[in-house]
């Protein structure tokens, strides 16, 4: 029997095109997360369906225990609407993995977005032979200790750098024989759990885009500042990721001629000399050479050399200010580059670094407005994202929703039976 369509009328161009009921189930489900207590006609219109093609699944989805009434909206001079939620009482977690290249932590998230446990800084090296055994060892502690049943998981997101081919779930940045490679089909086998993965900055500007501030401009570019620096790239609030799937490779671009080796074999990239890695590798290496800063005492006390960084300069730090500054102007040099070539409405600041937004934007601002075009430069909105470090979780935990959601309906099923 075919799958029960809808039509669908893109109101600016024209376009239609069919939605299947999986599709329509995924869209509504994913709204009502977003954006608890909607009505049909709000839904309908946010997604330019029918009305009695979305009452027909809001229908099934209630006649399931899905969704739940939730009282009528307020009345717009007319008949008032019934408004509706993701039921409370489902059961269905959500396990996510964010790892960088030092570190990774571990959440289990609600379907009403609360995270319920988190272990953070649990220290990995992805370059490490063992790396992807201990991530595997990490996630099975975490659902031992806290007696998770895998049976209630909607399932398990991963985020990590490198070029995260979303659709084959591999990541292209390891080759084939090793298990970081397949890291995601060696969790789902593992673990029995629906499994998706992505790249850490599309996951951290997902959550820029759904919950922090960089929805709604049509176009907008989240920078994420961490051990590396990433991009993500949003085209009419969409994810644009280019022919290959990895679009905004924005830490390799050559920006100075530095002597420090990168990643990718050259030298001189951006990610090398404007990142938090590079700020405290110039750190220590000034205190070497004999000067003074608060972070010599607060890299023992803090796991992340990162957390110990961050805390110096907001204790007022000279040093740790000072090379924060270095790294901020010439992420405004590479900023520069891409308000040239992509001329965006508004520029997200997120990541771990956005917790020192405050001394990050005055290099950065000065680093655009000394090398960018005036006329392009004062279109572009550039803000400190208030989601920061806790960006990459949320948006990895919004990977699994997005992409697994309509799984709700069939454990529902499956339990009824």
């Not at 099975?140 to 990590?160: A, K, R």
């Not at 680093?367 to 400190?384: D, G, R, S, Y």
């Not at 470090?389 to 948006?395: R, S």
Request: glycine share 8%.
């Amino acid at each position: 029997m075919p799958h029960l369509t809808a039509v669908a009328k893109n109101r600016t161009t024209g376009f239609q095109h069919s939605k299947t009921k999986d599709e329509m189930t995924a869209a509504i489900l994913t709204m009502l997360y977003y954006e608890p207590m909607l009505s049909i006609l709000c839904i309908a219109n946010k997604l330019s369906w029918s009305i009695p093609s979305v009452s027909k699944q809001i229908k099934k989805l209630r006649d399931n225990n899905i969704i739940i009434e939730q009282g009528y909206a307020a009345s717009t001079g007319g008949r008032k609407a019934m408004q509706y939620r993701l039921n409370p009482a489902l059961k269905q977690q959500v396990v996510s993995l964010t790892i960088d290249q030092f570190y990774m932590g571990i959440a289990l998230s609600n379907l009403s977005a609360e995270t319920v446990l988190c272990e953070d800084h649990i220290a990995i090296d992805l370059q490490d032979r063992s790396a992807a055994e201990e991530i595997m060892l990490a996630l099975e502690n975490f659902i031992t200790v806290h007696q998770i049943n895998p049976h209630d998981l909607l399932g398990i997101g991963i985020s990590m750098p490198g070029f995260v081919n979303t659709a084959s779930g591999l990541n292209e940045s390891y080759s084939s024989n090793t298990a970081l490679y397949n890291l995601k089909d060696n969790i789902q086998s593992k673990f029995n759990v629906p499994t998706v993965i992505d790249n850490d900055s599309r996951c951290v500007t997902r959550a820029e885009l759904k919950i922090g501030s960089a929805g709604g401009f049509g176009s907008a570019l989240v920078i994420n500042v961490n051990w590396g620096v990433g991009l993500g790239i949003l085209v009419q609030d969409e994810l644009f990721t280019g022919v290959s799937g990895f679009a905004g490779e924005f830490s390799h671009i050559p920006l100075t001629e530095g002597s420090v080796f990168c990643s990718c074999g050259k030298m001189g990239c951006l990610e090398m000399e404007a990142s938090l890695s590079a700020a405290i590798r110039n750190m220590e290496e000034a205190i070497a050479n004999g000067a003074s800063s608060m972070y010599t005492k607060l890299r023992n006390e803090y796991r992340n050399k990162g957390d110990a960084l961050v805390v110096a300069a907001q204790l007022g730090d000279r040093l740790a200010i000072h090379h924060i500054g270095k790294i901020a102007y010439l992420l405004g040099k590479g900023i520069a580059i891409l308000i040239h070539i992509l001329n965006p409405q508004k520029i997200v600041i997120s990541g771990r670094g956005a917790e020192v937004g405050y001394l990050l934007l005055p290099h950065i601002q000065a680093a655009i407005n000394e090398h960018c075009i005036p006329k392009l430069a004062q279109k572009t909105q550039v803000e400190i994202s208030g989601l920061h470090k806790k960006a990459q979780q949320l948006g990895t935990t919004a990977l699994v929703i997005e992409k697994l959601i309509p799984g709700i309906l069939q454990q529902t099923c499956n339990t009824n039976t």
